[in-house]
């Protein structure tokens, strides 16, 4: 290790390299300034007659007026639903289906430019991500389901799947196009037909994602999309649909878990975490602190699977913890649609105080805080990427989910005592291993109460692979040939 000090010494890590800004142009993406809500294949004004302004959260600048959907607006487009699925969706050949899906995954791909910028103005994500995260990965989730939709007797053989029928959808603001395509892909491929409700910051990429269907000429009905806040997702909740499919806090979660209690109606939730990094002394250290830091600060930390507790093991916790502020000096905070920035806007204003009340509990608790230098923009909302050392596993911010650029470094000695730390939350979502030991990281696996458990990497996702959480991280699972199972249900076939 003192070798490794000497060598950082005479050649120390360059902190201050000047980058001039490379902007993604905003001229490809053409804004309506006030938007309907799609519902029978068309935009149509709200009955509620009330509209909101959603705004770019790095410039706080208006960007359009969305309709706050009312419970009337919202069984309208349960309505329509229900008439496509029983008018020719749930009857359409598997195949027709698929070949929706494949065009819709393709139109993606062609638009991808387009979305990817939407996407960082609306949600301030930077470029960087949604060009090569979020655009990809939702692209890839449609070509996935398409290659599932005339299988559906191979995925699940002798247990006669069919549709459930109307599948009510509310996603968060973290991966808003994206969680888009984890709820409709896999609804669409199984028969169903779909309302959906995205995040009230973040509803364009859903709107625009309307005119993708219409160029895929998908059957009108298929496909609806309510905007509006809290209150439509609650008439949604409330609505006559067959499923409801929820990604959000944990709070909201619980709820619409209380609501459906004794209906009937099928409910997935994919709720938050507080997920350990845990980083054993024969990994790859240089290795492990990029892990860290895509762990914890891709997407400003809006991540329910976010690297955000980070377990050291006690003998590599003081050269870890130098090499990992090293790193962060040179992470670069602004203009989401600058190419070469890292951390973009925090997503609202409400989710700013919320970072912010957590980051002063943590210093009122007593851990010690580190902030590399950082200037940042006047306007919007902006968090400096930030680690807490000196962290004890009472305090809240090792307890509570941050949802922002916030790291919480914990130690440990023994591989038990990790597993014992890292499982002493009430979440369940995500885990991260580094080692060198093969056989240690099956014995974590095991051992840690966890949906996805990454080795070596983190914050790595497929739609092959299935996603979802353990505990009051949720239950249900998405993607992979689990994702399909929450939308279908099964007249099992004896003897088979
Ligand atoms: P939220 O759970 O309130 O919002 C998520 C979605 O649920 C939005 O579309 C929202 O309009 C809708 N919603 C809100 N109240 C509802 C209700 N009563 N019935 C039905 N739908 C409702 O999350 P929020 O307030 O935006 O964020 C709070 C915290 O939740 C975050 O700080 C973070 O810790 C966590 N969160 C976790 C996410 C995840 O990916 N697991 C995503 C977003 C937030
Ligand atoms: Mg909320």
């Given amino acids: 290790m003192a070798e490794l ?42 009955r509620s007659d009330e509209y909101y302004t959603t705004i770019n959260p790095a410039t706080e ?17 349960v309505e329509a639903a229900r008439d496509a699925f029983a008018n020719g969706w749930s009857a359409a050949a598997p195949a027709e289906r698929a070949k929706y899906l494949y065009r819709i995954a393709r139109i993606l791909q062609e638009r991808s430019r387009e979305f990817a910028v939407l996407e960082s103005l609306n949600g301030g994500k930077p470029i960087r991500e949604s060009r090569d995260v979020d655009l990809p990965l939702a692209a890839a989730h449609f070509f996935y389901y398409a290659g599932w939709a005339d299988k559906l007797e191979y ?52 709107l625009l994602f309307c005119d993708v269907l219409r160029q895929a000429e998908l059957p009108p009905g298929v496909v609806n999309i309510v905007t509006g806040d809290g209150a439509t997702g609650a008439a949604l909740v409330k609505s006559d649909v067959d499923k409801i499919a929820f990604t959000g806090s944990t709070e909201v979660g619980k709820a619409i878990q209380r609501e459906l209690a004794g209906t009937g109606k099928k409910l997935t939730l994919e709720l938050g975490g507080k997920a350990a990094n845990i980083i054993f002394d ?4 240089d290795q492990a602190v990029e892990g860290i830091v895509n762990g914890i600060y891709f997407n400003q930390g809006h991540v329910c699977c976010a690297g955000s507790r980070l377990l050291v093991q006690e003998s590599i916790y003081e050269p870890l913890i130098e090499k990992l502020k090293r ?38 608790e007593g851990a010690e805080i580190y ?26 911010i090792a307890q509570e989910e941050i949802f922002g650029p916030v790291l919480s470094v914990l130690t440990f000695r023994t591989p038990d005592e990790a597993v014992e730390k890292a ?16 056989s240690r990281i099956l014995w974590m696996a095991q051992r840690l109460e966890a949906g996805v458990i990454w080795a070596n990497t983190y914050n790595r996702f497929d739609p092959a692979s299935p996603f979802g959480g353990y505990k009051e991280s949720g239950f249900g ?20």
């Fill in 423 to 438: 499982n002493n939350t009430p979440y369940g979502l995500s885990a991260g291993v580094w080692t060198e030991k093969g």
């Fill in 282 to 285: 024969d990994c790859a250290l």
């Fill in 327 to 364: 790193r962060l000096k040179t992470l670069r905070v602004g203009d989401p649609l600058d190419k070469n920035t890292d951390l973009g806007a925090i997503n609202s204003r409400q989710q700013l105080e919320k970072i912010e009340e957590l980051v002063a509990a943590g210093k009122e």
């Fill in 61 to 77: 600048e208006p960007l359009a007026e969305l309709p706050q959907a009312g419970p009337e607006d919202v069984a309208f487009a």
């Fill in 5 to 46: 000090e000497q060598r950082g010494e005479r050649t120390p890590a360059p902190t201050a390299w000047e980058y001039a800004s490379a902007p993604e142009s905003r001229e490809i993406v053409k804004l309506e300034e006030r938007y309907g809500l799609f519902v029978g294949g068309e935009f149509i004004a709200p």
């Fill in 477 to 496: 699972r998405e993607g992979g040939r689990h994702g399909l199972e929450p939308y279908l249900e099964f007249a099992e076939v004896s003897g088979g």
């Fill in 155 to 206: 995925a699940f053989p002798h247990r006669r799947p069919q549709p459930l029928g109307v599948a009510g959808q509310i996603i968060p603001w973290n991966f808003p196009l994206l969680m888009l395509a984890w709820k409709i892909a896999p609804a669409l491929a199984a028969g169903n037909t779909v309302v959906l409700k995205p995040a009230e910051t973040t509803p364009l990429t859903a």
């Fill in 371 to 396: 902030q590399p230098p950082c200037r940042l923009p006047e306007k919007g909302y902006w968090f400096v990427p930030t680690v807490f050392t000196n962290v004890a596993q009472s305090y809240r």
